[in-house]
Nanobody
Framework: VQLQASGGGLVQAGGSLRLSCAAS????????TGWYRQAPGKERELVAV???????NYADSVKGRFTISRDNAKSTLYLQMNSLKPEDTAVYYC?????????????????WGQGTLVTVSS
């Protein structure tokens, strides 16, 4: 599985951006997917996730401003970001998590995109 993220860029505070993440392979539709971000000097943090069934969850800092969605037919994940703030500045990474069973055990296999930089100016 390979993930290709795109859509980052420079935007003024209050503006919008839409990130995309195209996945190769055949497991996209049965995998959970999400967006993470890492700001300079900080640890990577969860932004939003969407399960294969369409359930979503957001970090408190982005609730009401960001919307995660996916198109299984296109194997593509999206993140619509509105009302952007300077503190949203970070490299954004897309993630795909596919669970596999081996006997009685269950394993998470994580795949990551290369990251796309979002810079929000004040």
């Amino acid at each position: 599985v390979q993930l290709q993220a795109s859509g980052g860029g420079l935007v003024q505070a209050g503006g919008s951006l839409r990130l995309s993440c195209a996945a190769s392979g055949s497991i996209f539709s049965i995998s959970a997917t999400g967006w993470y971000r890492q700001a300079p000097g900080k640890e990577r943090e969860l932004v939003a996730v969407i399960t294969s069934g369409g359930s979503t969850n957001y970090a408190d800092s982005v609730k009401g401003r960001f919307t995660i969605s996916r198109d299984n037919a296109k194997s593509t994940l999206y993140l619509q970001m509105n009302s952007l703030k300077p503190e949203d500045t970070a490299v954004y990474y897309c993630n795909l998590r596919h669970w596999t069973n081996k006997g009685w055990d269950r394993y998470a296999n994580d795949y990551w995109g290369q990251g796309t930089l979002v810079t929000v100016s004040s």
